[in-house]
């Protein structure tokens, strides 16, 4: 997955193009990978939130996803998930230490955080400089509104906005022998193989729309691959 990333975003720089990552990166590998390389976003945003919010956050998911789990196993389940992020996400911090802006947007209202991440985004360029949309990289745990304000972010700038959920789902309608495995992984809370996602992700970046406008990745990658 960080190759992956890495090729998309230097393909970006050299057409001076902008770009926003949303969810990247989730492990303290991901998160030196991307210093390695030398990408240097204008923004680093993490959103916090409430542990139960997580949670609860999670396990609706499940249940929207129609897990066959219910009561105390997917009460497991779902803390088990918000364990592995936050057991990532000091790993990230540790790695960006003293860059990284945490924002606390528990119990705020979507327009609120909205509007104070524009106010953030708000980036000052040379007068010689071209102007373009900020780099950004919009971290949170589940419940955190991070899809809501990443489709914020995408529209004020005029990004596309790639959902690997969404992708996973076209997925399960085209491809009925793949569908079942991506659903028997969305149904019990596990991640869906690499090669399936990055497969996915990479077609629909190639597309002339992410070429042309840039783009915000919601939900992807996840893994330390």
């Known amino acids: 997955m960080i190759e992956l990333v890495k090729k998309q975003i230097m393909n970006y720089e050299k057409e001076n193009q902008s770009w926003i990552i949303e969810g990247f990166p989730r492990t303290k590998v991901q998160a030196l990978a991307l210093q390695k390389i030398g990408i240097i976003p204008d923004k680093f945003i993490l959103l916090d939130v409430k542990r139960p919010t997580s949670v ?15 009561g105390p196993a997917l009460d497991e389940i779902s803390a088990q998930a918000v364990d592995e992020y936050e057991l990532h996400a000091k790993g990230v911090k540790a790695a960006f230490n003293g860059f990284i802006y945490e924002y606390n947007a528990a119990d705020k209202a979507q327009n609120d955080v909205a509007n104070d991440l524009a106010r953030m985004l708000r980036i000052r360029y040379r007068s010689n400089a071209p102007r373009r949309p900020p780099r950004v990289i919009l971290l949170g745990p589940p419940g ?13 700038y005029g990004l596309v906005h790639l959902c690997t959920r969404t992708l996973l789902k076209q997925e399960i309608k085209r491809n009925p022998d793949i569908g079942k495995l991506i659903s028997q992984c969305l149904d019990n809370g596990d991640m869906v193989p690499d090669t399936i996602v990055i497969s996915l992700i990479e077609q629909r970046l190639k597309q002339s729309d992410c070429r042309v406008n840039g783009w915000i990745l919601d939900g992807f990658p996840q893994t330390e691959a």
């Open 144 to 156: 955190s509104g991070r899809s809501t304000q990443a489709a914020t972010v995408a529209n004020r």
């Open 56 to 70: 609860t956050k999670v396990k609706n998911n499940l249940i929207q996803a129609g897990t066959t789990h219910y």
